[in-house]
């Protein structure tokens, strides 16, 4: 009897696991520059077994940011952007595109930097003149942050999209750019190493300190027809955050591992990216974001208080 009552157990848990698998929603993501912290919580969560817990399946795509993380959106190719640009979303509401901004993803521009090698004969950004000035890529705050930057230092030099981190280390330590951008954590290994030198970041651009500069977007229809799996999406998201930036050394090490570095690179980039400016629930400084939308020209007047209603989905912690 007490075997048979043991076999009858085990297959109740059999099938409340199999009921549990059958359960989980699959959301399909555009993440964009892999391996940095903002848009890094999706996989950790997922690492951590959190998105499970939520009955959710992610399917990650890496983009190199901008319009490659937007354009899927819009296309319904995805449900979910990770780490677009707030005034690329705008425009693209504007005109008329199926998408919403649900979170924030990044306020301040504080890890966006610009670099050169350490012999290079650029020393300050008054020698940037006629120079290489790279961004990501189209509509990304790195394109929206560097021309604030050339602007607000009466530079002028030749914008280049580069794509990604590591595609721009390379030609700029190629000397194919002369001024790169990089981002937590690539930077510290050859900033440590003394191969690189910062001439300048996002910080020094006042007007970006309390802006949303990237925000999680998603596809109207997906918001409509998977509005519970994107709300328990919301929730893991949270539950996440909030453990990457808790006292358990597990978060430290899981970090660390998502970034391909070590503990003391992982603290180093926890150090810049505080909570806060990583908070899904703060979307901060439109304004600031619309004029730069208007003056990139991604849309031609900034959105009434009624479109910024519809366009920013609030979804509350439950």
């Known amino acids: 009897m007490k075997h048979k009552t043991a076999t009858v157990v085990a297959l109740a848990a059999l099938l409340a696991a199999t009921h549990l698998a059958a359960a989980q929603d699959t959301l399909k993501l555009a993440v964009g520059q892999q391996g940095a912290l903002p848009t890094s919580v999706s996989e950790i969560g997922v690492r951590a077994g959190i998105f499970k817990k939520h009955n959710l399946a992610l399917e990650l795509t890496y983009t190199a940011g901008g319009g490659e993380t937007l354009q899927p959106v819009i296309a319904g190719a995805v449900d979910l952007g990770i ?8 425009g693209a509401f504007t005109k008329g595109a199926p998408v919403r901004i649900i979170g924030g993803n990044t306020t301040g521009a504080m890890d966006l930097m610009w670099f050169v090698k350490s012999d290079s004969p650029i020393k300050s950004m008054k020698d940037v003149n006629g120079r290489t000035f790279a961004y990501g890529s189209t509509g990304s705050s790195t394109q929206i942050v560097a021309r604030a930057l050339l602007k607000q230092f009466g530079v002028n030099a030749q914008m280049v999209a580069t794509g990604n981190f590591a595609a721009t280390m390379t030609a700029t330590m190629s000397g194919q750019i002369d001024v790169g951008w990089t981002s937590p954590p690539l930077v510290f290994e050859p900033l440590n190493a003394g191969k690189i030198r910062i001439l300048t970041s996002g910080a020094d651009a006042k007007e970006y300190v309390d802006q949303t500069v990237r925000v999680i977007a998603a596809n109207a229809n997906s918001l409509a027809t998977k509005a519970d799996a994107i709300k328990r999406y919301v929730a893991a998201y949270r539950e996440t955050m909030a453990w990457m930036y808790s006292s358990d050394p597990k ?10 570095t070590n503990e003391k690179i992982a603290r180093q980039t926890l150090d810049i990216y505080t909570k806060e400016s990583l908070d899904f629930d703060r979307i901060t400084g439109l304004d600031g974001v619309m004029a730069d939308a208007v003056e990139a020209k991604f849309m031609s007047a900034p959105l009434t208080e009624q479109q910024l209603k519809a366009v920013i989905i609030k979804i509350p912690a439950p």
């Open 83 to 90: 780490g677009v640009g707030t005034s690329a979303v705008m």
């Open 251 to 260: 978060a430290l090490t899981a970090i660390a591992a998502f970034m391909g």
